[in-house]
């Protein structure tokens, strides 16, 4: 089965609200993880990545937290707008950079 | 990042025939794989294009349904072969590189099945 999942299929989240996606891994082993972006008719573009001796980073209005004792992976994206409605994905690096999915998260953001 | 170029973007493919997806990079990478992502799915890795060498297929893809070539540091191309309505899906190529970057993916070749 998938070693990555997400706790939930849908979000919604008003305009200018911060936005958390959360991410369940179980392989205690992993190293790497990232966070992509899927628009609608388009490929997943990367958003931040971590490794697995980091706890935190930063990027441009997100920010990526990652709990190895719980095996969780969470993205956080401050003030919210309406180009941030998308799919997002949490990924994990199997091996070689091989990714393992999950499942993906809906970001719906009102207006 | 990489920009990463895939054709075709669309098509509309009768069963029984096959494709072949070009994937094209704007520089060399290390890595190349190429991904499968069924409607409303997530992404599963079919297999790594190895340069100069036979690709290293994931559980549940042969190479007999999906070859694929890597000529070169900047190329690869992966072939659908006998299609059936169930390949319907987006064919992804992404790439890395061994410095320690992350990975990149192209916007996706839509392939449907009639």
């Known amino acids: 089965g998938e070693s990555v999942g997400l706790h939930l299929p849908t979000l919604s989240v008003q305009e200018g609200d911060n936005s958390i996606i959360n991410c369940a891994y179980s392989?205690?082993?992993?190293?790497?993880f990232i966070w992509y972006k899927q628009e609608s008719g388009k490929g997943p573009q990367f958003i931040i990545d971590i490794r697995s001796n980091m706890d935190k980073r930063q990027g441009q209005r997100v920010t990526v937290l990652l709990n190895k004792t719980v095996k969780h992976l969470s993205l956080q994206i401050a003030a919210t707008q309406p180009g941030d409605s998308a799919v997002y994905f949490c990924?994990?690096?199997?091996?070689?950079?091989?990714?393992?999915f999950g499942a993906g998260t809906t970001v719906t953001v009102r207006a | 990042s990489a920009v990463i170029s895939q054709k075709p973007s669309r098509d509309i493919c009768q069963r029984g025939t096959s494709l072949t997806i070009q994937c094209q990079v704007d520089?060399?990478?290390?890595?190349m794989f190429w991904y499968r992502q069924q409607p409303g799915q997530s992404l599963t890795l079919i297999a790594t294009?190895?340069?100069?060498?036979?690709?290293?297929?994931e559980s549940g893809f042969v190479i007999d349904k999906f070859p694929i070539s890597r000529p070169n540091l900047t190329f690869s191309t992966l072939t659908v072969s006998n299609m059936s309505p169930e390949d319907s899906s987006i064919y992804l190529c992404?790439?890395?590189?061994?410095?320690?970057?992350?990975?990149?993916f192209g916007e996706g070749s839509w392939l449907t099945v009639v």
């Open positions: 392989n205690s082993a992993s190293d790497y």
């Open positions: 992404s790439v890395g590189y061994d410095s320690g970057n992350t990975i990149y």
């Open positions: 294009a190895n340069q100069g060498s036979e690709a290293t297929y």
């Open positions: 520089s060399q990478v290390t890595m």
């Open positions: 990924a994990e690096n199997k091996g070689d950079y091989k990714l393992s």
